[in-house]
């Protein structure tokens, strides 16, 4: 018999760590647009919410959603990839329509245009003819069985596939930042945009793929949180929301711009909230956030990993 | 039209500043420029001009016997035309290798979905554009700093790597943005020796702005002398520095 003490901390780990990797996902994605256009793309969190219904409604046309459906072997990997490039299509869209007309202009309207997007995905996404307003239960399309008891804790086979997932996608991101043409081009093109034209860097294609890589890593996240999560709140729900800024105030806290930053400070939101939730009080998971922000606001406005820039006068 | 580079008649103003007027320039295959004038002369606002930072309002650039003009800068660029900066422009927080990687890279095109699939397919390409600029790197004395941050070297270093930067983007024209600036007498003559070299070695043609009179007189068949966005004159070394209208240009009038 396994000591409650020992089961709910390795539980609570284990939550942490696949929500933690969720926010990672999404940070991501802020902080690489971050890093080359010095915006907050504020439709980012919007792109997750898509994630997740995208693959509700593909389930739903495939026939897997009916009541005693059971969805074949290749419904998860199929859907994640789905999702995936829709989404990452969805991004660049969106970068070529709203964002890159305005590349000369000043940055407040082109944040103000990212919430107005934010706000066009949301209502859009409440019509009929899209995902209406009701709440979904989305079917679950991964194998769902328990593997192993460790400590009273049962490990189930989604959310070791959700971790999983997350961290792959996170490598392959590292590596292609770090180790191809594409990455050391978008690194050149956040150090100086205008001279990485000048060095032959095609700016706009590369601004263009970092939106798509960014959306569809929030898009793999979505489909991730709605098979740990199935209850699909209705598109403009303000769960989205909430999950969405708990994503940039990961990037935040990590040092918006910096990548390992964002996966960092996922993982330590993930950790802070649900620890919060599970030993002090399950109500205010939020404030336990906001509250490491302003605490890491105040002591390392940079964040964790983010360097200090000095105006110089 | 026979030259590598035609500059024909281009002008730019910003507001109601013309910045310049009218300007014209032919450089012959391998020809080493000069392009001197006092500061405001328009020096720089050219070499943006050519490089399609700013575009014309007026008149025509060909790079080999091709129309540029109005191109994007990285089209530009890949076309063959290359430029070092006034203000020392690296990026600063990669390595020295990857700088020149960079423009290296650029040589191949990029596209979104080409660009994710080929990053993930292993093509080879990787390595030999690292081993080409391992091997400009070793020309210019950089090859020991490859892994160093750009932005730690020092100052003598930063402005040869620029050089080399450039050059990763196998340019036929070089355009040379005040490289002996903040340099010292050792530095330029090394500076000196560098751009012949750099000339002869890569066929190069090259368009140099630069302040310090000793290097531009030594070292440039040519010269052009602009004041306040006009070109006031053109000739060998000799005859310009006995130009009336160039040394009333540097000193002032009463002469």
Redesign the interface.
């Given at each position: 018999m396994a000591d409650p003490a020992i089961t709910k901390l390795l539980q609570t780990t284990m939550d942490a760590m696949a929500v933690g990797s969720l926010y990672a996902l999404i940070a991501l994605g802020y902080t690489m647009v971050y890093g080359i256009l010095r915006f907050i793309n504020f439709a980012h969190s919007d792109i997750f919410m898509l994630g997740a219904w995208v693959s509700f409604v593909l389930a739903r046309a495939l026939g897997w959603a009916a009541p005693g459906a059971v969805a074949p072997v290749w419904a998860g990997p199929f859907a994640i990839v789905f999702v995936m490039v829709t989404c990452g299509a969805l991004g660049f869209t969106i970068e070529r329509l709203a964002y890159r007309p305005l590349r000369s202009a000043p940055r407040i309207n082109v944040l103000i245009t990212a919430i107005g997007v934010s706000l066009l995905l949301e209502n859009v996404g409440q019509l009929p003819a899209a995902f209406g307003t009701q709440p979904q239960r989305m079917p679950t399309l991964l194998p769902d069985v328990a593997l192993a008891e460790v400590g009273g804790v049962i490990l189930r086979s989604v959310d070791l596939t959700v971790i999983g997932v997350a961290v792959v996608l996170m490598l392959v991101l590292e590596w292609v930042i770090y180790n191809t043409k594409l990455g050391l081009a978008m690194r050149a093109v956040s150090t100086d945009t205008r001279v990485a034209a000048l060095m032959g860097i095609p700016v706009d294609r590369v601004i263009s793929t970092t939106f798509v890589i960014g959306s569809s890593l929030a898009a793999a996240a979505g489909f991730l949180a709605a098979m740990k999560y199935p209850g699909l709140n209705q598109p403009a729900h303000s769960t989205w929301v909430l999950l969405g800024l708990k994503a940039f105030v990961a990037a935040v806290i990590g040092g918006i711009g910096n990548l390992r930053g964002a996966v960092a400070g996922g993982l330590l939101i993930g950790v802070v909230e649900l620890f919060g939730a599970a030993y002090l009080s399950p109500h205010l998971r939020d404030v336990y956030v906001f509250s490491l922000l302003i605490a890491v606001l105040l002591f390392r406005p940079a964040g964790l990993l983010g360097q200090a820039t000095v105006e110089k006068v | 039209m026979s030259g590598i580079l035609e500059v024909d008649r281009v002008s730019i103003a910003f507001g109601g500043l013309k910045a310049v007027s009218d300007f014209h320039l032919s450089l012959p295959k391998g020809a080493l420029h000069g392009l001197i004038g006092p500061n405001g002369a328009g020096k720089t606002t050219l070499f943006n001009m050519l490089?399609?930072?700013y575009k014309p309002d007026q008149g025509t650039v060909a790079l080999e016997g091709r129309r540029i003009d109005g191109w994007?800068?990285?089209r530009i660029?890949?076309a063959g035309l290359?430029?070092t900066?006034q203000n020392i422009?690296l990026?600063?927080?990669?390595t020295v290798l990857?700088n020149v990687?960079?423009?290296t890279?650029?040589?191949?095109r990029?596209?979104?979905v080409g660009?994710?699939l080929?990053?993930?397919a292993w093509t080879g390409?990787?390595a030999a554009?690292t081993e080409s600029a391992e091997q400009l790197l070793g020309l210019f004395d950089l090859a020991s700093r490859a892994h160093e941050q750009a932005g730690n070297l020092p100052y003598g270093d930063q402005r040869r790597l620029e050089i080399a930067?450039?050059l990763?983007?196998r340019p036929s024209v070089l355009l040379l943005d005040e490289p002996a600036a903040g340099m010292n007498p050792q530095e330029k003559i090394e500076l000196r020796r560098l751009i012949q070299r750099v000339r002869d070695e890569f066929g190069l043609t090259v368009l140099l702005i630069e302040h310090d009179m000793g290097l531009v007189m030594d070292i440039c068949e040519n010269i052009t002398v602009l004041d306040h966005g006009v070109v006031i004159a053109v000739g060998t070394p000799h005859e310009v520095q006995r130009d009336p209208a160039v040394v009333e240009a540097y000193l002032g009038t009463g002469h």
């Open positions: - | 490089t399609g930072v994007a800068p990285h660029a890949a290359a430029r900066f422009r990026f600063k927080e990669l990857d990687r960079v423009a890279h650029a040589r191949t990029v596209t979104v660009a994710l080929r990053s993930l390409e990787e554009v930067r450039a990763a983007l």
